[in-house]
């Protein structure tokens, strides 16, 4: 993982546009904003702001229509699609709601299969076996995704997010399809990524309970950016939802 000077994360004028027949939906307006080494971003907004298109973007999964995307200094939407496969394996690990785990491979195959993807297939047993007890599902590493539960399932995606080391990881409501309780422990492991690996973590959230866990929150609404704030200033996930909807309403009255 490359730990120097250079800003993982930064977008400038970013607009992307899908083409429905005749309809034209601008998904993300003009949005820039910069995310530092090591920092925890939650993304809020309602549904249907741009939160999952900023991902795909940050992620280059999805190209932009304007604007540049720099991940580790370098421009993602000058890359042609072969060099961004590359580069994304190598950078940025994902995790998303479904979990998109392979139902017929085992827990550690469904984690080490990005390495293989990559052809690196040299040390992979030291760092599963250390991603397996980091993540706590040492005892689970034979069975598969039908066999484990949601927050198992979980924390599998998070390790085969992990195993390429990558400097980035972008989790798209990680949390949504798990209960409180298990939520609060992906929360948990997706902090301490941040805080004890600086790793830069960028998660999409609906949840104040999950967003309280980051460092900062960006808010998108209708395909702008309408706020970014530091969560330090809110005792509790309650008093940041509070701040959340307040800037909802704000940007709802200066339409
Ligand atoms: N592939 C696509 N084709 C057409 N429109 C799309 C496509 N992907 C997204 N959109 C539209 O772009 C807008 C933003 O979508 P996006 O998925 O980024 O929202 P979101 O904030 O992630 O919502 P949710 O919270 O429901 O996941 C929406 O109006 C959506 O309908
Ligand atoms: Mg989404």
């Avoid at 998660?203 to 706020?227: Q, Y």
Wanted: hydrophobic share 40%.
């Amino acid at each position: 993982m490359d730990t120097d000077g250079v800003i993982p994360l930064s977008a400038r004028n970013l607009t992307k546009l899908f083409h429905q027949g005749d309809h034209v939906v601008e998904a993300l307006k003009n949005v820039s904003l910069e995310i530092q080494r090591g920092s925890f971003v939650a993304v809020m907004g309602p549904s249907g702001s741009g939160k999952s298109t900023l991902m795909h973007l940050m992620a280059g999964l999805t190209r932009c229509d304007e604007g540049e995307i720099l991940v580790d200094g370098q421009d993602i939407s000058q890359m042609n699609d072969g060099r961004l496969t590359h580069f994304r394996r190598e950078k940025i690990g994902l995790v998303f709601q479904s979990f998109n785990l392979i139902p017929t491979l085992t827990a550690e195959d469904n984690i080490t299969l990005p390495l293989f993807a990559s052809g690196r297939t040299g040390d992979v047993k030291e760092s599963l076996d250390k991603l397996l007890d980091r993540l706590g599902i040492a005892a689970r590493r034979k069975h598969r995704p039908d066999a484990l539960s949601g927050g198992e399932q979980q924390r599998v995606a998070i390790a085969r997010a992990l195993i390429t080391d990558p400097a980035i990881v972008l989790a798209d409501e990680p949390t949504g399809s798990l209960d409180t309780t298990t939520g609060k422990g992906i929360c948990q492991i997706l902090s301490e990524l941040c805080t004890e690996q600086q790793r830069t973590i960028v998660v999409v959230t609906h949840e104040p309970a999950v967003a309280i866990w980051a460092k900062r929150v960006i808010v998108l609404k209708d395909g702008h950016m309408i706020d970014d704030f530091e969560t330090a200033q809110f005792p509790d996930a309650l008093s940041l939802a509070t701040h959340y909807q307040n800037a909802l309403d704000a940007s709802e009255a200066a339409v």
